[in-house]
Nanobody
C-alpha cells in the first residue's frame, strides 16, 4: 500500500526555520511529482509548493517564494520542504501528496496523501 509520511513539524518562533520531510513507503517516490499543501484552522487548503519527478521543475505559492525551498532525494525516497523566515500566517497542518504527472501537481490534483504534520509559528 502506498504511504506518505510527513515529519519535522513543530513550534517555532517568527523568523525561525523548520525542515519538513515526506518519506514514501510501499512505492518508489521518483515515479511521482510531489507537492506540499497546508491548511490552517478554519481556512481552505492552500498549495505551497511542488516538484517534478526528477527535481528539475519546481513551483511555489507567492506567499512562500524566497522563503521556502522544495527538494528531493530520490535515493532516500524523500522530499523536503525547507522553511525559513517563518511567519505566524504559515501556521497550519502541512501535507505532502503525490501525483503521477507534474501538470496534475501544478494543479494540486494528487492521488495519494499523507496524514500531515503540524507547524505552529508563534512567539
Amino acid at each position: 500500500q502506498l504511504q506518505l509520511v510527513e515529519s519535522g513539524g513543530g513550534l517555532v518562533q517568527p523568523g525561525g526555520s523548520l525542515r519538513l520531510s515526506c518519506a514514501a513507503a510501499g512505492f518508489t517516490l521518483d515515479d511521482y511529482s510531489i507537492g506540499w499543501i497546508r491548511q490552517a484552522p478554519g481556512k481552505e487548503r492552500e498549495g505551497v509548493s511542488c516538484i517534478s519527478k526528477d527535481g528539475g521543475s519546481r513551483s511555489y505559492a507567492d506567499s512562500v517564494k524566497g522563503r521556502f525551498t522544495i527538494s528531493r532525494d530520490n535515493g532516500k525516497n524523500t522530499v523536503y520542504l525547507e522553511m525559513n523566515n517563518l511567519k505566524p500566517e504559515d501556521t497550519g497542518n502541512y501535507y505532502c501528496a503525490a501525483a503521477d504527472d507534474f501538470l496534475k501537481a501544478l494543479l494540486y490534483e494528487f492521488e495519494h496523501w499523507g496524514q500531515g504534520t503540524q507547524v505552529t509559528v508563534s512567539s
